[in-house]
C-alpha cells in the first residue's frame, strides 16, 4: 500500500511539477523581455534566468525529488539542494553572463541565490 502511494505521489509530482517549472521559466523568460529595451542585455539576462530554472528543474528532478518520496526533505536536504543548483547553473554561465551579472547586479553568488530562491517560489506558485 505504501509502494503505491509513493508511486501516485511521485507520478503526481513529476506530471504536475515538472511542467510547471517550465511554465515558470517561461514566464519569468517573458517578463524580463518586456522590461528590458537592449536586445543584447535581454539576451544575457534570459540566459542566466534559463540556467538557473534548469538548474532548478535538474535538483528537483535528481535530488529533490528522491528525498521527498522517502519523506527525507528536511532544512539540511534543502541548504544541499541549493548549494547543488548553484554549482550546476555556474558550471553553465559563460563568463560574459557572469560579467553582466556581476556588472549590473554586483555579488553573483547572491543574486544566483536569490535567482533560485525566486524561480522556487514562482514554480511553487504557478
Known amino acids: 500500500m505504501n509502494n503505491i502511494l509513493i508511486n501516485i505521489i511521485s507520478v ?3 506530471a504536475v511539477i515538472l511542467p510547471l517549472i517550465s511554465i515558470g521559466g517561461t514566464q ?5 523581455n ?6 543584447e542585455l535581454a539576451k544575457l ?3 542566466a534566468t534559463t ?3 534548469n538548474a532548478v528543474r535538474a ?4 535530488y529533490v525529488e528522491s528525498l521527498k518520496a522517502e519523506g527525507k526533505f528536511d532544512a539540511q536536504s534543502q541548504s544541499v539542494a541549493l548549494t547543488k543548483a548553484k554549482e550546476i547553473a555556474l558550471k553553465q554561465m559563460s563568463e560574459e ?5 556581476i556588472t ?8 544566483l541565490g536569490n535567482q533560485i530562491e525566486a524561480t522556487i517560489n514562482l514554480l511553487k506558485n504557478a
Open 12 to 14: 503526481l509530482v513529476t
Open 45 to 47: 539576462l534570459a540566459e
Open 34 to 39: 518586456n522590461k528590458i529595451k537592449d536586445n
Open 59 to 62: 535538483v528537483f528532478q535528481t
Open 28 to 32: 519569468l523568460i517573458k517578463f524580463i
Open 97 to 101: 553572463v557572469k560579467n553582466y551579472i
Open 51 to 53: 540556467i538557473v530554472t
Open 104 to 111: 549590473h547586479y554586483g555579488d553573483l553568488n547572491a543574486w
